[in-house]
């Protein structure tokens, strides 16, 4: 039985110690946050229509990432902390998406949670087979080790969504941007398609 006394609760004010990070409105804040931005441009050969892709504003913004990092990259038993703001928009019938990835070290798993919008997640095994899961404020998505995953706004707001992972899982985005996933998400009509 647990009993709770007077002295657990006379602490001396420093040894109270503030936040390093702070969460709030779709943003990380504080030490050792890492801030990356990408643009349609760093991007355009992700989508099926590259023509339709060049033909956009190469400075629209597709989706910004906080990390934070309290411990260096690589460090074994570590854990970072990620949000991602992936905005709303089309490339041709093509939802805009993250770029995918398989880890580094690729038995690291990985967990997603849906703070805000709509969309789909694709995990993609190392046979190419892919399988979808739908993303909404509340749902939470493991991402099993040997498994690229990239995420879809499939909605008209930005889907928010945060991310947990190994500090020594680093980024393959190699086979990605060789190959790609064997799956494209496309608007047809006024729904998300798989094919």
């Known amino acids: 039985m647990f009993v709770q006394t007077n002295e657990h609760l006379n602490m001396k004010s420093d040894q109270v ?5 702070f969460f709030s409105s779709g943003h990380l ?10 643009r349609l441009s760093e ?21 910004e990432v906080y990390s934070w990092v309290p411990v260096p990259q690589g460090t074994e038993g ?11 928009g089309l490339v041709g019938s093509e939802y805009f998406m993250t770029k995918g990835h398989f880890h580094a070290i690729e038995n690291r798993g990985e967990y ?14 190392k046979q190419r087979e892919t399988r979808a899961e739908r993303m909404f404020p509340g749902t939470l998505h493991y991402i ?12 008209s707001r930005t889907l928010r969504f945060g991310a947990c992972w190994p ?10 941007a060789a190959d790609g996933f064997s799956v494209r998400v496309r608007k047809v009509g006024k729904v998300p398609v798989l094919g």
């Open 112 to 125: 997603y949670w849906c703070i805000q919008g709509e969309g789909i997640l694709l995990l993609m095994d």
């Open 43 to 63: 991007l355009a050969g992700l989508f099926a229509d590259r023509a339709a892709a060049e033909e956009m504003d190469g400075n629209l913004p597709v989706y």
């Open 29 to 38: 804040n504080g030490e050792d946050v890492v801030y990356e931005s990408k």
């Open 167 to 176: 500090s020594d899982a680093g980024y393959n985005y190699d086979p990605i």
């Open 144 to 155: 099993p080790g040997y498994t690229a995953h990239r995420v879809v706004n499939t909605g």
């Open 17 to 21: 110690i503030s936040p390093r990070v």
């Open 78 to 88: 570590g854990l970072f902390f990620g949000l991602t703001n992936l905005h709303p």
